[in-house]
């Protein structure tokens, strides 16, 4: 079975080759039949020619509708962008005296954005005398990736560039949950097999 090559196709007219081995709009091989013969039977179906293995010797030749064929390959590509989701970075700023109301704040964002698939870059810029208390900084950002480890993995630990020190949080792969086991049956004895009975109680049963 011959599959489309490529979205750039000679068709009808456009095919000059001697010979093409042609192939019905059902998919039923043809044989080996002239260009000019190929393009008379398509066309007295109604249909385009369409060259789909150029590559091959002879070149493979289909009959189509190839406006219908080009339609549903457009449609196809543009889903296919649809589920395509490109993975961002965003950014959360932060500086070594923070609010506690503000980092929960901006501890909220990095948490929708990681729940979201995008990588978060988080980071602390020190001004003046602040670069003498990196410190500071390098505890505020574990705390804040200690806040999100549910959710994400810290890719790349606080480092100081400069005067910003900043980490990668990643978000962690989504597991679909076990499915609940089976609960056991208890065994069941078959009909016609009689249940044990304790030998005293069955003297006591005949003496009766």
């Given at each position: 079975?011959?599959?489309?090559?490529?979205?750039?196709?000679?068709?009808?007219?456009?095919?000059?080759?001697?010979?093409?081995?042609?192939?019905?709009?059902?998919?039923?091989?043809?044989?080996?039949?002239?260009?000019?013969?190929?393009?008379?039977?398509?066309?007295?179906?109604?249909?385009?020619?369409?060259?789909?293995?150029?590559?091959?010797?002879?070149?493979?030749?289909?009959?189509?509708?190839?406006?219908?064929?080009?339609?549903?390959q457009t449609k196809k590509e543009k889903e296919a962008k649809k589920s395509q989701r490109v993975i961002e970075v965003k950014e959360i700023r932060m500086s070594p005296g923070?609010?506690?109301?503000?980092?929960?704040?901006?501890?909220?964002?990095?948490?929708?954005?990681?729940?979201?698939?995008?990588?978060?870059?988080?980071?602390?810029?020190?001004?003046?005398?602040?670069?003498?208390?990196?410190?500071?900084?390098?505890?505020?950002?574990?705390?804040?990736?200690?806040?999100?480890a549910e959710i994400a993995n810290m890719d790349k630990a606080p480092k100081l560039e400069g005067r910003n020190m900043s980490m990668f949080l990643s978000p962690k792969p989504?597991?679909?949950?076990?499915?609940?086991?089976?609960?056991?049956?208890?065994?069941?004895?078959?009909?016609?097999?009689?249940?044990?009975?304790?030998?005293?109680?069955?003297?006591?049963?005949?003496?009766?």
């Open positions: 079975m011959f599959s489309i090559a490529t979205t750039n196709h000679e068709i009808n007219e456009q095919i000059r080759d001697a010979q093409v081995r042609l192939i019905s709009e059902s998919g039923e091989q043809l044989g080996i039949v002239s260009s000019e013969e190929a393009l008379r039977i398509a066309t007295d179906a109604g249909y385009d020619l369409v060259k789909i293995a150029p590559n091959s010797t002879p070149p493979v030749c289909r009959i189509m509708d190839y406006g219908k064929f080009r339609f549903e923070i609010d506690t109301n503000d980092f929960n704040t901006k501890l909220k964002n990095a948490q929708k954005f990681l729940a979201d698939g995008d990588r978060v870059k988080v980071s602390v810029r020190f001004r003046g005398r602040e670069m003498a208390h990196t410190e500071i900084g390098a505890t505020l950002l574990k705390d804040f990736a200690a806040k999100c989504v597991t679909p949950p076990k499915k609940p086991g089976k609960p056991k049956q208890p065994k069941s004895l078959p009909a016609d097999e009689p249940a044990e009975v304790n030998p005293a109680e069955a003297s006591v049963a005949d003496a009766e």
